[in-house]
C-alpha cells in the first residue's frame, strides 16, 4: 500500500538559510508524487508535482523537489528562506495506474518557521 | 473568485445533531474529493466523484457520513448523529481529469475547509 513520511513536524529556519525539507515515499507501482503547501487560513495549493519526467522538478515560490528512486525519497528544498514561507507544508503520493485512481495520500504535514 | 467555495465556514454543534457541508468545485472540474484534517494529521481520503458518479469511499466514511453530487456539480457532504470525534476540518477539491489519462495527476484545488467542532 502506498504511504508518505514526513520527517520532522515543525523546521525552523533563518531568513536566508537553507529549506529542506523531507518526504519518504512507499509503493507498490511507480508513485507520482507532489507537495503541496498551506497558508494559515488557507487552502492547500500544490507546490510542484512528480510524474515520471524529469527528476528534478521546479515549482512555485523558488521551491524544488528531487525524486530519488533507490532512497525512495522526494525532499523540497529552497536555497533561501523568506519570511512568507511561513507555512505547513504537505508530501503526497497519488495512488495512480494500476491502483485506485481516485485519491492523494498525504503526510502529516511540516510546519515551517522562518526567523528573522 | 472562481475557486473552490466552501460552506459554512465554521460549524458548531451538539452532539448527536446532524450537519451538512456544501462545496462548489471549479466550474469546469469533473472530479470532486472530499478530505478530513484533523489536527496534526495530513488530509485523510474521505470520497470522490466524477461528475454524478461517486467513484470510491474510504472506510473512514462511516454509514453516518453520506456524499452526493446530484447533478455533477456542487457537492454536500452529510454527518448524520454527530459524534465528538467528527470535530474536524473538512476539505473539498477539485480537478479535471487528464486527457488520455485515467488517473489522478494531483493537480487539486482544495477550498477552505470547513471547520467542525462537535460539543
Known amino acids: 500500500a502506498q504511504s508518505v513520511t514526513q520527517l520532522g513536524s515543525h523546521v525552523s529556519v533563518s531568513e536566508g538559510a537553507l529549506v529542506l525539507l523531507r518526504c519518504n515515499y512507499s509503493?507498490?507501482?511507480?508513485?507520482?508524487l507532489f507537495w503541496y503547501v498551506q497558508y494559515p487560513n488557507q487552502g492547500l495549493q500544490l507546490l510542484l508535482k512528480?510524474?515520471?519526467?524529469?527528476?528534478l522538478v521546479k515549482g512555485i515560490n523558488g521551491f524544488e523537489a528531487e525524486f530519488k528512486k533507490s532512497e525512495t525519497s522526494f525532499h523540497l528544498t529552497k536555497p533561501s528562506a523568506h519570511m512568507s514561507d511561513a507555512a505547513e507544508y504537505f508530501c503526497?503520493?497519488?495512488?495512480?495506474?494500476?491502483?485506485?485512481?481516485?485519491?492523494?495520500?498525504f503526510g502529516k504535514g511540516t510546519k515551517l518557521s522562518v526567523k528573522p | 473568485d472562481t475557486g473552490v467555495s466552501q460552506n459554512p465556514r465554521h460549524k458548531i454543534t451538539k452532539r448527536g445533531q446532524n450537519v451538512t457541508f456544501r462545496c462548489d468545485p471549479i466550474?469546469?472540474?469533473?472530479?470532486l474529493y472530499w478530505y478530513r484534517q484533523t489536527l496534526g494529521q495530513g488530509p485523510e481520503f474521505l470520497t470522490y466523484?466524477?461528475?454524478?458518479?461517486?467513484?470510491?469511499k474510504s472506510r473512514l466514511l462511516s454509514d453516518r457520513f453520506s456524499a452526493e453530487r446530484p447533478k455533477g456539480s456542487f457537492s454536500t457532504l452529510e454527518i448524520q448523529r454527530t459524534e465528538q470525534g467528527d470535530s474536524a476540518m473538512y476539505l473539498c477539491?477539485?480537478?479535471?481529469?487528464?486527457?488520455?489519462?485515467?488517473?489522478?495527476?494531483?493537480?487539486?484545488?482544495f477550498g477552505e475547509g470547513s471547520r467542525l467542532t462537535v460539543l
Open positions: 477539491a477539485s480537478s479535471s481529469l487528464g486527457e488520455g489519462r485515467p488517473w489522478n495527476t494531483g493537480e487539486l484545488f
Open positions: 466550474s469546469e472540474h469533473n472530479r
Open positions: 466523484f466524477q461528475n454524478e458518479a461517486q467513484l470510491e
Open positions: 503526497a503520493v497519488s495512488l495512480g495506474y494500476g491502483g485506485s485512481q481516485g485519491n492523494l495520500i
Open positions: 509503493s507498490s507501482v511507480p508513485p507520482y
Open positions: 512528480y510524474t515520471s519526467a524529469a527528476t
